[in-house]
Nanobody, 122 residues
């Protein structure tokens, strides 16, 4: 069974930094797209950043220049480095991964982590 386990959220002051990690575990053939989404109270979930297995990234305009996404394919882990955090970055951040199964079908499924709270406040 595939699982995504996130870590690194918490409370930080405006202007501070946090690094989120998301590790995939279980039995699977490969991980393709990995990404981070966030949802603030009263808002819809939005894409923050995503990265392909080849390292091509897509960053939301709202965080461009402040957030960086990276991944370690050997560790099946994706990271989100968040710098210059603002109050409007406060949200639950969730990891997403498109994972190809180890079965003969090699079907690809979308998996989600449990979410981690990021609160930016003084």
């Amino acid at each position: 069974q595939v699982q995504l386990v996130e870590s690194g959220g918490g409370l930080v002051q405006p202007g501070g930094s946090l690094r989120l990690s998301c590790a995939a575990s279980g039995s699977f053939a490969s991980i393709n797209l990995m990404g981070w989404y966030r949802q603030a109270p009263g808002n819809e979930r939005e894409l923050v950043a995503r990265i392909t297995s080849d390292g091509i990234t897509n960053i939301a305009d709202s965080v461009k220049g402040r957030f960086t996404i990276s991944r370690d394919n050997a560790k099946n882990t994706v990271y989100l480095q968040m710098n210059s955090l603002k109050s409007e970055d406060t949200a639950v951040y969730s990891c997403n991964a498109h994972i190809r199964t180890a079965s003969a079908s090699r079907l690809e499924y979308s998996y989600w982590g449990q979410g981690t709270q990021v609160t930016v406040s003084s």
